[in-house]
């Protein structure tokens, strides 16, 4: 059974800064896209990156982009995201998730979820 667990969400200040770590166990998922997605309460979830299985590939969404760098390291079976310049509308739970098929960047596409990790950025 696959299992994601993220770590390194907590309270921040804006302009801070954060590192998000997804590991994998259960199966390897090592040739796998990865993603984070996130969600706020009463909103539909929304992709923040994802990765391709060689890291060669990467897309962000607008609101994240120059401020979040997603990267991988197949290895360890883990998926980072590290997010600077946080602003108060970054605040969500963040979740990672992964799909043995090309990035996506609808949740729908993604089999595996992790729990998620709050993320909270104070003005």
């Known amino acids: 059974q696959v299992q994601l667990v993220e770590s390194g969400g907590g309270l921040v200040q804006a302009g801070g800064s954060l590192r998000l770590s997804c590991t994998a166990s259960?199966?390897?998922?090592?040739?796998?896209?990865k993603a984070w997605f996130r969600q706020v309460p009463g909103q539909e979830r929304e992709v923040v990156a994802f990765?391709?299985?060689?890291?060669?590939?990467?897309y962000y969404a607008d609101s994240v982009k120059g401020r979040f760098t997603i990267s991988r390291d197949n290895a360890k079976n883990a998926v980072y995201l590290q997010m600077n310049s946080l602003k108060p509308e970054d605040t969500a739970v963040y979740f990672c998730a992964a799909r043995r098929l090309t990035g996506s960047p609808r949740s729908l596409d993604y089999s595996y979820w992790g729990q998620g990790t709050q993320v909270t950025v104070s003005s």
């Open positions: 990765i391709s299985w060689s890291g060669g590939t990467t």
């Open positions: 259960g199966s390897p998922l090592s040739t796998a896209t």
